[in-house]
């Protein structure tokens, strides 16, 4: 059988304010008509029956995802005991998974992505799925439209198989987030595609290879697993290590297969993520609310409640809420992390 397994653990602090703590990213609208995850399910369910998508989120979001996502068997909301990374989120989703269909395939999707030709997608992961019966993962990337700084890299090496247009390719190496230089060569290279964070796998092959390259969060969490012990799940889950699985299994294990695929991908990762995918006017402004403005161009302003009346400005991104007000240039949307460090600084903590 297939199944989907939906990380919604983060908060997207970099969407901040409108993400918070108490109001992450994933059950965020922004421009859309229902919160990201549910955007989400929406698109997997054409291929996905709702009792085989699963999600791994903190347990302070599990009761408002159940909330939004009522058709989803409230058992497959599965929440982390504490925050350990991708590692250990898709862990217990494959535990889960390989207690009633140890050779059934996942794939693993994060909640706040948006396909723009799903089509395309479910086309893609009809060959991921058989891909992954012969080798061990597969790695679903998009092939670079621009030198993009924010994104981890796939180095492709020789091809393996094709179908129906879509090409499988050997993977030589995985690369962090380069400097622009060296993005603009892998770009010129032709051979390097964008992680999109989207890994197919056997449910029994994740937990052989959890067990080779972390064995002792194999171990520690494999006993509570087969107990159906909560309170040892939980004290088990707070003694493992914090690594994500690019770190601990992508990188470190052999016979992993890429697969690229142009289906339109976005990660809504920032402000200025947002703004791209938005519609924009003659003047290059991008609204969500009402506005009014002159002598002003390539904007993002975003208000809800709150005219945005804007005179002589240019690349500036402006998010209105309740409480807090945020300005900056487009190309500074990266540095939202940073000034949350200096939020906490100043102690206004209750605005995280």
């Not at 597969?138 to 439209?145: A, F, L, R």
Request: charged share 25%; net charge negative.
């Amino acid at each position: 059988m297939h199944y989907a397994v939906i990380m919604a653990g983060g908060a997207g602090t970099r969407l901040w304010p409108a993400a918070r703590r108490h109001s992450p990213k994933q059950l965020q609208r922004l421009i859309f008509e229902q919160p990201l995850i549910a955007e989400t399910v929406d698109r997997l369910t054409k291929v996905y029956a709702p009792e085989h998508i699963f999600i791994v989120t903190a347990s302070r979001y599990a009761g408002p995802i159940r909330e939004i996502l009522p058709a989803l068997p409230p058992e497959n909301i599965i929440s982390e005991p504490v925050g350990r990374n991708t590692a250990a989120a898709i862990a217990l989703a494959a535990f889960q998974i390989a207690r009633d269909d140890p050779d059934g395939v996942f794939a693993v999707f994060p909640a706040d992505h948006i396909i723009l030709q799903p089509e395309i997608l479910y086309r893609a992961l009809d060959f991921a799925n058989a891909l992954a019966l012969a080798h061990r993962v597969v790695d679903i990337g998009v092939p670079p439209s621009h030198p993009e700084t924010g994104y981890g890299y796939i180095e492709l090496g020789r091809e393996i198989e094709s179908r129906d247009g879509l090409r499988a390719y050997e993977v030589e190496g995985f690369v962090e987030k380069p400097d622009r230089a060296t993005a603009e060569s892998y770009v010129d290279a032709g051979n390097y595609i964008w992680n999109s964070g989207m890994f197919v796998w056997r449910a029994g092959e994740y937990l052989t290879a959890l067990r080779e390259l972390l064995p002792d969060t194999y171990a520690r969490l494999e006993g509570p697993f087969r107990s159906g012990d909560w309170d040892e799940l939980t004290e088990a889950y707070a003694r493992i290590e914090d690594i994500s699985v690019d770190y601990a299994i992508m990188e470190r294990t052999s016979d992993v297969v890429a697969l690229p695929v142009d289906f339109g991908w976005r990660d809504i990762g920032d402000w200025a993520a947002l703004y791209d995918m938005m519609e924009h006017d003659d003047h290059g402004n991008a609204f969500d609310g009402r506005h009014a403005y002159i002598d002003s161009e390539n904007c993002l302003m975003l208000s809800p409640k709150k005219l945005v009346a804007a005179v002589g400005v240019r690349d500036l991104i402006v998010v209105d809420t309740d409480d807090v007000l945020l300005i900056m240039p487009r190309d500074r949307s990266q540095d939202v992390k940073a000034l949350l460090e200096e939020v906490k600084e100043r102690d206004h903590g209750d605005y995280l």
